[in-house]
């Protein structure tokens, strides 16, 4: 049973290890700063939810356990009000997104926001 | 002056776990820092702002477990994307938000930026922009299935009260 | 297991670095640093299983909450020029 246990958190560990790097590739394979965020996106929410949940199965039921678990929510609460934050400053920075609708896209996709980049 | 006995105890369970260990002089630290911390919450007009029934329905535990899905769905697809960078095609989307209840908005807010793929750009009233990063993460949004979970969410709350 | 995570944690923190300094914008460089400080985090924690020290979780839980004021508090530094502006009146 311990063995099986075992096995499942080095999954859910490796799993998140790849993850993160997955979304750390994105970060540099993406074109601009919005596009960039949500690769950080990645490494924020699956790799973190992926490697603290690995590690409670290896620590069993103790205080350790509730600590990764407060760890856990707050990140879940705090990276997506960060995330938030630092777009909505770039925005109203008016550095301007990167989209589709100059191209093919640009048709089916008329610029539904009063967003001052739309206008690229 | 029921919110303030509230986050005391949630403060004093918080301590309790975090602390671990238990001997007379740290418990008077530890009470200490709670009533700094109360204190200072009610300085600031805080108390009470954020606590909402909403929050405390065990509907809330299905909404987790829901976005947790999610979660790994929109994960998976933006994976994809980060070797296959042809197919991104960003565009700014602006959905309704038909909440009543600031948390619910939050919440709507939150869950948006949690899950790769879209995040909040600008949250009002009653509308969200969001960037997204190709036209499969801006219909899912669209498609509005997350406002309407945490609708339910929220109706919810309110009946149970 | 525990290591080759780490490994990997380690190296989503290299590749984090490595665009916090091509940029190009300010901005692209604060996601990198939240990135790095959210995997610095989860290193930690590793780092806790790794050598057996359960204190170091601690270290963990605290750099978590840090972390976060520290983005919230760079970024209004950025925006405002000045730590003890009252941001209420711009945002909406």
Request: net charge neutral.
């Amino acid at each position: 049973m311990a063995l099986i246990i075992d096995v499942i958190s080095w999954i859910l560990l490796l799993t998140g290890g790849v993850f993160g790097v997955i979304g750390a590739i994105g970060m540099l394979r993406f074109p601009d700063f919005y596009t960039r965020l949500h690769a950080s996106g990645i490494t924020d929410t699956l790799c973190a939810v992926l490697i603290v949940v690995g590690l409670m199965l290896q620590s069993g039921l103790s205080l350790l356990t509730l600590k990764l678990l407060l760890i856990l929510l707050f990140l879940l609460f705090t990276t997506p009000t960060a995330t938030h934050a630092l777009a909505r400053a770039a925005v109203l920075d008016n550095i301007e997104p990167v989209l589709a609708g100059n191209g093919e896209q640009g048709s089916e996709n008329p610029a539904q926001t009063g967003e001052p980049s739309s206008k690229s | 002056m029921r919110y303030v006995i509230s986050l005391s105890l949630l403060l004093v369970v918080l301590w309790l776990a975090i602390s671990g260990v238990y001997k007379p002089l740290l418990f008077v630290l530890g009470g200490a820092s709670v009533i700094l911390v109360v204190w200072l919450s009610v300085r600031m007009d805080v108390v009470g702002v954020e606590h909402n029934p909403v929050l405390f329905s065990w509907r809330l535990v299905v909404y987790w477990g829901w976005l947790m899905g999610q979660l790994i769905k929109s994960n998976l697809h933006v994976s994809r994307l980060v070797f296959q960078t042809g197919k991104v095609k960003p565009r700014l989307l602006s959905v309704p938000v038909p909440h009543e209840a600031a948390v619910s908005k939050v919440t709507y807010g939150n869950s948006v930026t949690l899950t790769p793929g879209t995040v909040t750009l600008k949250l009002t009233d009653h509308v969200l922009e969001a960037h997204a990063l190709d036209e499969e993460s801006a219909r899912e949004l669209e498609a509005g299935h997350m406002a309407r979970k945490i609708c339910w969410l929220e109706r919810q709350g309110e009946k149970e009260n | 297991m525990l290591t080759a995570t780490t490994m990997a944690v380690f190296l989503t923190m290299a590749l984090a670095l490595v665009r916090a300094l091509r940029g190009p914008t300010l901005y692209d460089r604060i996601v990198a640093v939240n990135v790095f400080g959210t995997k610095t985090v989860l290193a930690v924690a590793l780092i806790t299983f790794v050598t057996g020290h359960a204190d170091l979780i601690d270290v963990a839980l605290v750099y978590a909450l840090i972390n976060f004021i520290a983005i919230v508090t760079v970024l209004k530094l950025v925006k405002t020029r000045d730590l003890a502006s009252d941001e209420s009146t711009e945002q909406s």
